[in-house]
């Protein structure tokens, strides 16, 4: 490398790393990837790799030192978010403060963050233990979410509507969690579509914000996990702009600085939004792949910007350029993958990328979390009726087949 060519450590190693890694190189940026898994498919895409647990912050922390890198990012890989912030705030790096990445990033601390600054929210407790929670439970309004502080991906999560699934639910968080506590609330009955989308700011002000339609398979073994994306929303215009005016005052009250952001907000039946979460790193499921695509605004090349403390050009507000969906593929039963079948017409005129990431003969699983993905399909619509139309029968012209 050259004597002056930055240093960026990306913590993982997962497939939504590699844009990351194309930006990085695309502005001249040496990067180093570390996790334990040296399998992991971005690695081979990165100038140097480290076999580091990623929540291993200490150990980390050292590496950074030894390298003496001028960045560091967890981009779409929530366990290093923490870590990374925490390597920011020892070496004077550029990045968010600590304590309020801290914050977001435990689902207990946000909630009770959200409520003590008059946010919308529901009501939420965070427990260590299955005794603890069942002698508060009388306290919460049915039905309830459980799920773990600090997982992300829909893992360890599940609604439940009776005490007798309380602790089957609490176990299940539990096997999910880092720091083996877990948050109980109630459950908002979302109006229309949730929406899980990412953001940017700059010096804490809110310049690019996007919301989108979040679709589930109800079929799936795991009903929360996401498993399609439509841009642009159909939430109300009332509900973007306060939504967007709460974000714009959080990351005030958190100090945040030039960072992007994975945002999930709802609208309930009660007629109220909501900030479900919000995580200072670029989205799963490629989502500002997708939004590259449906705004030209590139978001990815902005993070890695911000990493190493380059200025960041100028962002436009969100603005799409047409009707634009994501696909998760994704298998009803765990088997053997043989094919993906496309409707021809679909295939000619809409799909505008398969990304599949499995071969004839892997096993695939049933889709329980983002894990169990198989791929992905980037669409694009003539106009919002037939975006809905189609995005409402997804499973009669895409079928995954199994044996």
């Given at each position: ?297 590139d978001l990815i090349k902005n993070a890695v910007r911000a990493a190493v403390g380059e200025i960041i050009p100028p962002i436009a507000p969100c603005v799409y350029n047409g009707y634009w969906s994501e696909i998760i593929l994704h298998a009803d039963r765990t088997g053997i993958f043989k094919d993906i079948q496309i409707e021809q017409n679909m295939k000619e005129n809409h799909i505008i990328e398969t990304d599949l990431w499995v071969q004839p003969g892997d096993l695939i699983h049933s889709f329980n979390g983002a894990n169990d993905a198989i791929g992905t399909l ?26």
């Amino acid at each position: 490398m050259a004597n002056n060519q930055k240093k960026i450590l990306m913590l993982g190693g997962l497939r939504y790393l590699i844009p990351v890694i194309q930006a990085a190189h695309e502005l001249g940026y040496y990067v180093i990837t570390c996790d334990y898994l040296p399998h992991n498919v971005a690695h081979k895409y990165a100038d140097e790799y480290h076999n580091i647990s990623i929540t291993d912050k200490n150990a980390v922390l050292e590496l950074a030192k030894e390298l003496k890198i001028n960045g560091i990012m967890s981009f779409a890989v929530d366990p290093g978010v923490l870590t990374a912030a925490y390597v920011c705030d020892k070496l004077g790096l550029p990045g968010n403060p600590y304590t309020s990445v801290q914050i977001l990033q435990n689902k207990a601390l946000f909630r009770s963050f959200l409520e003590k600054n008059g946010f919308n929210t529901p009501k939420s407790r965070g427990y260590n233990s299955i005794e603890e929670a069942l002698s508060d439970i009388e306290s919460f309004q049915w039905p309830i979410i459980v799920k773990p502080v600090d997982s992300a991906g829909s893992k360890g999560v599940s609604r439940i509507d009776k005490t007798t699934d309380l602790e089957k639910a609490i176990t299940y968080a539990l096997k999910n969690s880092f720091s083996h506590r877990f948050i109980v609330e109630e459950f908002i009955e979302q109006q229309g579509y949730s929406s899980d989308s990412d953001a940017f700011s700059i010096n804490g002000e809110l310049k690019f914000i996007s919301f989108s339609d979040q679709y589930f398979d109800n079929k799936a073994t795991n009903p929360y996990t996401p498993s399609a994306y439509s841009w642009p929303s159909s939430m109300l215009d009332r509900n973007r702009e306060f939504l967007s005016s709460e974000i714009q005052r959080l990351l005030q009250l958190l100090h945040m600085n030039t960072s992007i952001y994975n945002i999930e907000t709802r609208v309930g039946t009660d007629g109220k939004a909501y900030i479900m979460e919000v995580s200072p790193r670029g989205g799963g499921n490629r989502l500002s792949e997708m939004l590259r695509y449906a705004t030209e605004t590139d978001l990815i090349k902005n993070a890695v910007r911000a990493a190493v403390g380059e200025i960041i050009p100028p962002i436009a507000p969100c603005v799409y350029n047409g009707y634009w969906s994501e696909i998760i593929l994704h298998a009803d039963r765990t088997g053997i993958f043989k094919d993906i079948q496309i409707e021809q017409n679909m295939k000619e005129n809409h799909i505008i990328e398969t990304d599949l990431w499995v071969q004839p003969g892997d096993l695939i699983h049933s889709f329980n979390g983002a894990n169990d993905a198989i791929g992905t399909l980037v669409v694009s619509f003539n106009n919002e009726q037939q975006q809905h139309k189609m995005m409402s029968c997804i499973n009669s012209w895409v079928k995954i087949i199994t044996e």
